[in-house]
T-cell receptor, first 113, second 114 residues
Framework: GENVEQHPSTLSVQEGDSAVIKCTYS??????FPWYKQELGKRPQLIID?????GEKKDQRIAVTLNKTAKHFSLHITETQPEDSAVYFC????????????FGKGTHLIIQP | EAQVTQNPRYLITVTGKKLTVTCSQN?????MSWYRQDPGLGLRQIYY???????DKGDVPEGYKVSRKEKRNFPLILESPSPNQTSLYFC?????????????FGPGTRLTVL
């Protein structure tokens, strides 16, 4: 099955700086890579996703890049704001199919004022 | 309002006392799934369902049961709960496959087994 590694587990950045979270995956057949954000006490919510036919996708201050050769993808947040403080999870299709996602262990992003 | 609901939101129980956590979605989604979230371990899939009467094991199914008798409901059953099942549980639904589309999570159920 799919194995997803996520780094770092905790990331502290100054407000206004950029943050980068990286994930690697094991199954070369995987073709869908979402990122979920979970604020304290809340449910995970999708913030951005990328499919294997593109190398980069942007949505305002958030971007995701994908390197299929190296089997890694990254979340980039620019001009960080206090509301970006949360736990972020990357994911890839579990068992190579449509039946579930394998999640990384999460990154706790802390925005320092 | 399109949503996934879970009940109860909080539950404290004792070892061996059967319990059910309900999950319901009003978006007519085919796929539903249960996850447990533990500190440092992320979200791990327990069971999933691709349609009515079609269910299968995820990565950590031991000690759990599910059923999908109606499209909108996907209850999680713990026949004989044990302390290692103390966790935060999330139900999720998805319009198409989980590996290809957005998952919509319920608010979570925090379970404590004494």
């Amino acid at each position: 099955g799919e194995n997803v590694e996520q780094h770092p587990s905790t990331l502290s950045v100054q407000e206004g700086d950029s943050a980068v979270i990286k994930c690697t995956y094991s199954d070369s057949a995987s073709n869908y890579f979402p990122w979920y954000k979970q604020e304290l006490g809340k449910r995970p919510q999708l913030i951005i996703d990328i499919r294997s036919n593109v190398g980069e996708k942007k949505d305002q201050r958030i971007a995701v890049t994908l390197n299929k050769t190296a089997k890694h993808f990254s979340l980039h947040i620019t001009e960080t704001q206090p509301e970006d403080s949360a736990v972020y999870f990357c994911a890839a299709p579990a068992r190579g199919g449509a039946d579930g996602l394998t999640f990384g262990k999460g990154t706790h992003l802390i925005i320092q004022p | 309002e399109a949503q996934v609901t879970q009940n109860p939101r909080y539950l404290i129980t004792v070892t061996g006392k059967k319990l059910t956590v309900t999950c319901s979605q009003n978006m007519n989604h085919e796929y539903m799934s249960w996850y447990r979230q533990d500190p440092g371990l992320g979200l791990r899939q327990i069971y999933y369902s691709m349609n009515v009467e079609v269910t299968d094991k995820g990565d950590v199914p031991e000690g759990y049961k599910v059923s999908r008798k109606e499209k909108r409901n996907f209850p999680l059953i713990l026949e004989s709960p044990s302390p290692n099942q103390t966790s935060l549980y999330f139900c999720a639904s998805c319009p198409t496959g989980f590996g290809t589309d957005t998952q919509y999570f319920g608010p979570g159920t925090r379970l404590t087994v004494l």
